[in-house]
C-alpha cells in the first residue's frame, strides 16, 4: 500500500514548507495521460476566456456573465444545468451542473466564480503570458480552479467514462465575502454526497510543488469594544473618557493572547472610532481575524481575551467588550477522506515531475468547510492548478500544471468509480 507523509500545518497561502517527498513515479494511464496533455492548449485558452470576464465578488454584471458563460459549457458537456439565485450580496447565481451515470458514487466538484478584483482591473493588470506563467486577475484563485474541471469533464466525456450514480458541478459567486449566500447550498448538496472536491489553488508554482489539503482552518471575527464618555477635545478633554486611548492599550495587551491557546491564531486587522475630530472619543472597536485550526479554540480565545481586559486599565471609567464569532467553518479530513488524499498522492506520482504533499491542515478559510458539515462525504482540498501571488498585481497560473491536474483529478474520479481509495 502506498504510504502518506504528512507535513506540518503552513499558511495558506503564504507557505512555510518543512520537509521534502520523493515518491517513485508509479506506472501512468497512458490513454488518459495523452488526453490530459492534449486538453493542455485548450484549458489554457479557457483560463483566458474566463480571467477575460471581469467577476469581482460585488460585480453583478461580470458573474452574470460569468454564470452564462458556465451555464454555457456545462450544457455542452452534457449537465442539466439549474442557477440558484443567492438572497445575500448582489444576488448572482450558483450554478449547478448534474448528471446521472451507470456508477455508485455521488461526487461533487466545485470552484468559485468571483474575484477580489474590482471592474476595470484588467486595465492596469492584463492578461500575459511568460514562459509557463498566465498572469491576471484571479487566474489561479479561483479560475484556474474552473478551467480544470471544466476539461477534466471534457477528458472523461471523450474517454466515455460514467462510472459514477450523480456527477455534479458547483460554481458560486461569492467565496471570496464568505459565501453568505451559496453556504447553504454547498452544506446540503454535500450532505448527500460521497466525495466532495474543492479546486482552490493546487500547489505553489514558485517551489514546483504541489498538494492535496486535509483540513482548513475555521475563520473567525474578533470584536473588541470600549465605550468611554464624550466631551469637547478642546475645552473640556479632561471631562471625557477617551475609548480610543482604552482601546490602543487593549489592544497592545491582547496582542499575543493567542500564543497561549493551541490551535487559535489572532491578528487585529481593523480600527474604527468614527467619531469628530474635535470630540474626545466615546466608542472605538477594533476587529480581528481569527483562525481555528482546534475544535473549540475560539472558546478558549476568548475567554483568554476577557481575562486580559479585566487585568489592566488605562483610562478610569471606560469598559471594554470582546466576542468571537466563526464566520467560516473549518474541515479535518475524515477517514474516507484520508484514504482519498492517499490514493491522490499516488495518482500524481504517475503524472511525474513535480514533488506531493499531502498537508493536514492550512490557517486558510475555503468553501471546503461548509461541505464538510454533515460529516458524510470525502471532503478534500486543493485540486486547482499550480500559481502564486493570490490577490495581488502579480497572480499566476502555472500554465504547464493545467494538464498536471486535470489528469490528478481524471484519475482519481476513474479510481472512485472503480471503488479504488487506499
Given at each position: 500500500?502506498?504510504?502518506?507523509?504528512?507535513?506540518?500545518?503552513?499558511?495558506?497561502?503564504?507557505i512555510?514548507?518543512?520537509?521534502?517527498?520523493?515518491?517513485?513515479?508509479?506506472?501512468?494511464?497512458e490513454?488518459?495521460?495523452?488526453?490530459?496533455t492534449?486538453?493542455?492548449?485548450?484549458?489554457?485558452?479557457?483560463?483566458?476566456?474566463?480571467?477575460?470576464i471581469e467577476?469581482?465578488?460585488?460585480?453583478?454584471?461580470?458573474?452574470?456573465?460569468?454564470?452564462?458563460?458556465?451555464?454555457?459549457?456545462?450544457?455542452?458537456?452534457?449537465?442539466?444545468?439549474?442557477?440558484?439565485?443567492?438572497?445575500?450580496?448582489?444576488?448572482?447565481?450558483?450554478?449547478?451542473?448534474?448528471?446521472?451515470?451507470?456508477?455508485?458514487q455521488?461526487?461533487?466538484?466545485?470552484?468559485?466564480?468571483d474575484?477580489?478584483?474590482?471592474?476595470?482591473?484588467?486595465?492596469?493588470?492584463?492578461?500575459?503570458?511568460?514562459?509557463?506563467?498566465?498572469?491576471?486577475?484571479?487566474?489561479?484563485?479561483?479560475?484556474?480552479?474552473?478551467?480544470?474541471?471544466?476539461?477534466?469533464?471534457?477528458?472523461?466525456?471523450?474517454?466515455?467514462?460514467?462510472?459514477?450514480?450523480?456527477?455534479?458541478?458547483?460554481?458560486?459567486?461569492?467565496?471570496?465575502?464568505?459565501?453568505?449566500?451559496?453556504?447553504?447550498?454547498?452544506?446540503?448538496?454535500?450532505?448527500?454526497?460521497?466525495?466532495?472536491?474543492?479546486?482552490?489553488?493546487?500547489?505553489?508554482?514558485?517551489?514546483?510543488?504541489?498538494?492535496?489539503?486535509?483540513?482548513?482552518?475555521?475563520?473567525?471575527?474578533?470584536?473588541?469594544?470600549?465605550?468611554?464618555?464624550?466631551?469637547?477635545?478642546?475645552?473640556?478633554p479632561?471631562?471625557?473618557?477617551?475609548?480610543?486611548?482604552?482601546?490602543?492599550?487593549?489592544?497592545?495587551?491582547?496582542?499575543?493572547?493567542?500564543?497561549t491557546?493551541?490551535?487559535?491564531?489572532?491578528?487585529?486587522?481593523?480600527?474604527?472610532?468614527?467619531?469628530?475630530?474635535?470630540?474626545?472619543?466615546?466608542?472605538?472597536?477594533?476587529?480581528?481575524?481569527?483562525?481555528?485550526?482546534?475544535?473549540?479554540?475560539?472558546?478558549?480565545?476568548?475567554?483568554?481575551?476577557?481575562?486580559?481586559?479585566?487585568?489592566?486599565?488605562?483610562?478610569?471609567?471606560?469598559?471594554?467588550?470582546?466576542?468571537?464569532?466563526?464566520?467560516?467553518?473549518?474541515?479535518?479530513?475524515?477517514?474516507?477522506?484520508?484514504?482519498v488524499?492517499a490514493?491522490t498522492?499516488?495518482?500524481?506520482?504517475?503524472?511525474?515531475?513535480?514533488?506531493?504533499?499531502?498537508?493536514?491542515?492550512?490557517?486558510?478559510?475555503?468553501?471546503?468547510?461548509?461541505?464538510?458539515?454533515?460529516?458524510?462525504?470525502?471532503?478534500?482540498?486543493?485540486?486547482?492548478?499550480?500559481?502564486?501571488?493570490?490577490?495581488?498585481?502579480?497572480?499566476y497560473?502555472?500554465?504547464?500544471?493545467?494538464?498536471?491536474?486535470?489528469?490528478?483529478?481524471?484519475?482519481?474520479?476513474?479510481?472512485?468509480?472503480?471503488g479504488?481509495?487506499?
Open positions: 500500500m502506498f504510504r502518506i507523509r504528512l507535513i506540518g500545518v503552513f499558511v495558506f497561502v503564504a512555510g514548507l518543512s520537509g521534502s517527498l520523493s515518491v517513485e513515479a508509479a506506472e501512468k494511464d490513454a488518459v495521460f495523452a488526453a490530459a492534449g486538453e493542455g492548449p485548450a484549458a489554457l485558452e479557457t483560463l483566458k476566456t474566463l480571467v477575460a467577476s469581482g465578488s460585488g460585480d453583478a454584471i461580470g458573474l452574470a456573465e460569468m454564470a452564462d458563460a458556465l451555464d454555457e459549457r456545462l450544457h455542452a458537456l452534457g449537465f442539466a444545468v439549474e442557477r440558484h439565485t443567492s438572497t445575500a450580496g448582489v444576488g448572482a447565481s450558483t450554478v449547478v451542473g448534474t448528471k446521472s451515470g451507470n456508477g455508485t455521488n461526487v461533487i466538484l466545485m470552484a468559485h466564480m474575484t477580489v478584483f474590482e471592474r476595470s482591473t484588467l486595465e492596469t493588470m492584463p492578461i500575459r503570458q511568460e514562459g509557463n506563467r498566465l498572469y491576471g486577475p484571479g487566474v489561479v484563485d479561483d479560475k484556474g480552479g474552473i478551467a480544470v474541471i471544466l476539461h477534466t469533464m471534457k477528458v472523461l466525456n471523450d474517454l466515455g467514462w460514467s462510472d459514477y450514480a450523480s456527477l455534479t458541478i458547483l460554481f458560486n459567486p461569492d467565496e471570496e465575502t464568505g459565501s453568505a449566500g451559496s453556504s447553504a447550498l454547498i452544506t446540503n448538496l454535500a450532505s448527500g454526497a460521497d466525495t466532495v472536491l474543492s479546486f482552490e489553488i493546487g500547489g505553489d508554482g514558485r517551489r514546483g510543488m504541489a498538494w492535496v489539503l486535509m483540513g482548513t482552518a475555521a475563520y473567525a471575527s474578533v470584536r473588541l469594544e470600549v465605550a468611554g464618555a464624550a466631551s469637547h477635545a478642546g475645552s473640556a479632561k471631562l471625557g473618557k477617551n475609548a480610543v486611548l482604552e482601546l490602543a492599550h487593549q489592544l497592545l495587551q491582547t496582542k499575543e493572547v493567542d500564543k491557546i493551541p490551535g487559535a491564531q489572532l491578528n487585529w486587522t481593523n480600527v474604527i472610532s468614527d467619531k469628530a475630530f474635535n470630540q474626545i472619543p466615546d466608542k472605538a472597536i477594533a476587529i480581528g481575524d481569527a483562525r481555528i485550526t482546534v475544535e473549540g479554540a475560539e472558546n478558549d480565545l476568548l475567554a483568554a481575551l476577557k481575562a486580559k481586559l479585566a487585568s489592566s486599565q488605562l483610562i478610569p471609567g471606560t469598559t471594554s467588550s470582546v466576542s468571537v464569532e466563526i464566520l467560516r467553518p473549518g474541515f479535518e479530513a475524515n477517514e474516507k477522506a484520508r484514504a488524499a490514493l498522492q499516488e495518482i500524481d506520482s504517475e503524472f511525474g515531475g513535480r514533488a506531493f504533499y499531502v498537508v493536514p491542515m492550512v490557517k486558510g478559510a475555503t468553501d471546503a468547510g461548509y461541505a464538510a458539515v454533515s460529516g458524510n462525504a470525502a471532503v478534500l482540498e486543493g485540486f486547482g492548478p499550480s500559481g502564486a501571488n493570490l490577490h495581488s498585481k502579480d497572480e497560473v502555472e500554465i504547464n500544471s493545467l494538464p498536471a491536474s486535470i489528469y490528478q483529478v481524471a484519475r482519481l474520479l476513474m479510481e472512485l468509480g472503480n479504488n481509495s487506499k
